[in-house]
């Protein structure tokens, strides 16, 4: 393997994308970092194999070595104290003439700008070795015509807003986890994203530019499987709530907002000349507006929403006798105040934290055996409940607060401004409503009230 020269001390970070087996050769700045196709951006033959379909394309495969490319350089160059950095990449392509069109590099400076708070940019040089993908006329066959993709995650809204957006076999769900997973009842011929990143030390971990990497992924296969609808299947609280309550000194985290989807809507257009529609059709609903409304399709129950996993971690703590889900975290505290307002009771063995309603943290915590583990759960835990209790508390502010987000997210949707601000104070009034009742039937004791004060939200 080939050892990452050391960072450079420059403010402008450079990363150059190397084809399999290409030497560095003089015209590489010597201060630039080299990321080899092969060496530290790896494709999974089986993954990229379904992806080598008929109407795939050398842009294609371009565009998953520009997604790795940019996982690569916002994971290795460590923020500084102000959080923007400025970060060049230059990335061989099999057609540089149309990546460096001035409406190309534009829309694409813009989304990531946007999405990730940095400077970027780009320089595409002619590719020497032919794509490894686009040669093979396979169709896809999926049994029934799909008129909608989906990002699909397992999780709580990728099950519920898939079954509410369609027929049943009408989604194309588009599997953006790092691993291949089992597929299930629905799954559809792109089981995991194709590649991964090796061979260096990720020093950053924020990672912003994973909302590029799972929409540019999704738009993929759909223009692959010609549907030009693809549905974001966040509810509201998280598709706005962290651009209306980001952390303290940190950039707002743009993912699932509706200026982001915009701004990708454009540079795939300019790029492919696809015209894709990212559509949030739960964005005015909280999570458990979401899961009550699946519940009622006939032949939905509980049962299907308890399988999903909401919980991001990975670490030792959620790995106890079988991997568990950790209870805490600002995804699990949000996955089980939306299930009770659905309606929907789990196991209590579901979480490892499962007792919310103990007075003592250190009770709740006890089946942790490492302090740092217990340190690191009161932290998440109460950072995620912060959020969730001042998302609640947005529903009484005035319209004059709300009026700056309520104009950006209407220019967004195309909608009026009246429309959106009473949509916008609908979600959060529902939201609060939902929140008090949850917190109600932990009791007045749980330990989840001791963390109502302070906090880095604000």
């Not at 790092?178 to 194709?194: E, L």
């Not at 959106?420 to 989840?448: I, N, P, V, Y």
């Amino acid at each position: 393997m080939s050892t990452i020269p050391k960072k450079p001390a420059r403010s402008d970070k450079r990363l150059v994308v190397l084809e399999n087996g290409q030497k560095r050769g003089r015209a590489v700045p010597k201060d630039a970092v080299i990321a080899e196709v092969g060496q530290h951006i790896c494709f999974n033959a089986s993954a990229l194999d379904s992806f080598d379909v008929e109407g795939c394309k050398p842009i294609h495969f371009n565009m998953l070595v520009l997604c790795a490319a940019v996982e690569f350089a916002d994971r290795y160059w460590k923020r500084p104290m102000g959080w923007r950095r400025i970060l060049h990449v230059t990335l061989p392509v099999a057609d540089p003439r149309n990546w460096q069109k001035s409406e190309v590099l534009q829309s694409l400076h813009d989304v990531l700008n946007h999405l990730t708070g940095d400077t970027w940019q780009f320089t595409f040089v002619q590719a020497k070795a032919p794509s490894p993908i686009g040669t093979r006329q396979l169709p896809l066959d999926f049994g029934k015509t799909k008129t909608f993709a989906v990002a699909y995650s397992n999780g709580l809204d990728s099950r519920a807003v898939s079954a509410l957006s369609g027929d049943e076999g009408e989604a194309l769900c588009i599997r953006v986890a790092g691993n291949r997973q089992p597929r299930k009842d629905g799954d559809s011929y792109f089981t995991h994203i194709p590649f991964n990143i090796s061979g260096y030390r990720g020093n950053e971990s924020s990672f912003r530019s994973r909302g590029f990497q799972f929409a540019a992924v999704t738009a993929i296969a759909a223009q692959l499987s010609n549907v030009t609808r693809i549905v974001v299947p966040e509810s509201g609280q998280g598709a706005l709530g962290p651009v209306l309550l980001p952390l303290y000194g940190v950039y707002a985290d743009y993912r699932n907002y509706p200026t982001f989807f915009r701004k990708m809507e454009r540079f795939i257009k300019a790029l492919q000349g696809y015209q894709v529609r990212f559509e949030q059709p739960r964005l005015w609903f909280t999570k458990g507006q979401t899961l009550s409304a699946f519940l009622r399709i006939p032949g939905k129950s509980g049962e299907h929403l308890k399988s999903t996993r909401s919980c991001w971690q990975t670490r030792r703590v959620v790995n106890v006798g079988s991997r568990k889900q950790c209870g805490l975290c600002a995804a699990c505290l949000l996955r089980r105040l939306s299930l009770h307002a659905a309606g929907v009771s789990e196991a209590p063995d579901t979480y490892v934290v499962s007792d919310l309603a103990a007075s003592n943290v250190d009770d709740a915590l006890s089946v942790i055996p490492q302090k740092a583990d217990r340190d690191i759960m009161v932290e998440y835990g109460s950072v995620g409940m912060r959020h969730l209790q001042h998302l609640a508390d947005m529903a009484d502010l005035s319209d004059d607060v709300l009026r700056a987000y309520a104009s950006q997210i209407a220019a967004a949707t195309e909608n009026t401004y009246e429309e959106t601000l009473k949509k916008l104070k609908l979600m959060l009034a529902s939201h609060a409503k939902e929140w008090r009742a949850f917190l109600s039937a932990q009791g007045q004791q749980s330990f989840l009230n001791n963390w109502m004060d302070g906090g880095r939200y604000g």
